[in-house]
Each structure stands twice: as C-alpha cells, then as structure tokens.
C-alpha cells in the first residue's frame, strides 16, 4: 500500500479532469463558472497550475462544455474535448499548452469522448459516442 509522507494535501482550488504534465511539474484541470454573459451560461476555462510555484495560466473557452484534457508527451501542447456551442456535437481539439493555435481535429459531426496521445507524439486516439476507436495522424507545420 502507497500512503501520502504526511496527512496533508495541497488544495489547489475546485476544478475536474486532473491531467499531470509529463514533466511532472504542471496540472492541467477544467474549472466551471457561472457567467450570464454566455449561452449556456456557464464560463468553461482551462487552468494550468506550475506545482513548483503555484502560478496558474488560464486558458478562456467561453460555453464551452470539456469533458476530456491531455497532454501532448513533449509538453508542447494541449488536447481536450469540447462542444463550443450550445447542443453542439463533442470535438477534439489540440492547442498550444498557453491555448493558442487552437484546431479543431475532428470538423466533421463528430461526437468524441476521450482522447490519448501516443508516446511519439505523432498521434491521437480518440474515442466516440459508440464506443469505437480512431487513431488521429498528426503532421506539424
């Protein structure tokens, strides 16, 4: 059995989807907010915490629902799955690790569900609503 080295945990703040950085010295998490200012009204954003440090990055994604996040294994970049639209279908989209370049990899009526980098950086598996596995080519610009 693997026990914690004291009896206190370092709160970082409330927040879902957990993703370490492969470094180790990050954590990437969605964080929901109430904001009348968008349809839904609710304000999605992704945090990413320095462990070391504890400064925090925001990356905005206006109603946005995310129900999926990782890390691309050269620490370079994001991943995560979204519907940005009110009742829109789930997308995987992949960005730079502060959320800019944002693309959507999956354009077409997809409805994906998770999403897993390989440990050659080169592509994605993801998975749909029907429970069926993708593999997802990717080429750098």
Do not use: C
């Not at 206190?8 to 954590?27: F, H, M, Q, T, V």
């Not at 129900?67 to 009110?86: M, R």
């Not at 596995?133 to 080429?139: A, E, G, T």
């Amino acid at each position: 059995m693997i026990l914690p080295d004291n009896a206190e945990a370092n709160y970082i703040r409330y927040g879902a989807l957990p993703a370490w950085s492969p470094d180790g010295k990050s954590i990437m998490y969605s964080v929901a907010l109430d904001d009348p200012t968008v349809d839904p009204p609710l304000d999605v954003k992704i945090m990413v915490t320095d462990i070391e440090t504890g400064q925090t990055t925001q990356i905005d994604l206006p109603g946005a629902n995310i129900t999926a996040l990782a890390w691309s294994p050269d620490n370079q970049y994001i991943a995560y799955v979204a519907s940005l639209w009110k009742q829109a279908p789930t997308h995987l989209y992949i960005a730079n690790r502060d959320g800019t370049g944002q693309s959507d990899l999956t354009p077409d009526l997809w409805l994906v569900t998770k999403a897993f980098w390989s440990q050659e950086d080169d592509m994605i598996a993801i998975i749909n609503g029907e429970q069926s596995v993708f593999i997802l080519q990717l080429s750098r610009n």
